[in-house]
């Protein structure tokens, strides 16, 4: 980025003050990155936030575990899924936090948001359209 390769590390981070660059290292336990082919799991990476002129820059260091989409995704839903029998809801797949926002949005009752969430396959964009 600024291309002196021999640059002491004290005077690169003098440099970065000075043009209001801040680097947070993080302390992650997991990355997690979701495309629609796979996802790749990072487990101990070194994580670094840069803040440049209030865009935030994520770095990830790692080697990743590759698994196919959703195989962690189903086993944080079967856990949803207690939650939601245990109430005797059968919408087992609509969190109760998207129903609020939908219902917030839509300026409607949580029944109607979540009607509109079931028809729209849980998609949050499609049931607010069709409410408004």
């Known amino acids: 980025m600024f291309g002196g390769g021999g640059m002491n590390p004290r005077k690169m981070k003098q440099m970065m003050k000075q043009m209001g660059i801040d680097v947070t290292e993080l302390d992650a336990e997991e990355v997690v990155i979701r495309t629609a082919d796979e996802e790749?799991?990072?487990?101990?990476?070194q994580v670094t936030r840069m803040d440049a002129q209030g865009q935030e820059?994520?770095?990830?260091?790692g080697e990743p575990e590759t698994r196919d989409p959703g195989s962690a995704a189903g086993a944080v839903e079967s856990g949803d899924d207690d939650v939601n029998d245990a109430d005797g809801d059968s919408a087992d797949a609509i969190p109760e936090d998207d129903v609020e926002l939908v219902a917030t949005r839509a300026g409607v009752g949580k029944s109607e948001a979540r009607e509109a969430l079931e028809a729209a396959d849980g998609d949050l964009a499609s049931a607010i359209a069709s409410l408004e």
């Open 40 to 45: 790749l799991v990072f487990s101990d990476a």
């Open 57 to 61: 820059t994520y770095q990830v260091v």
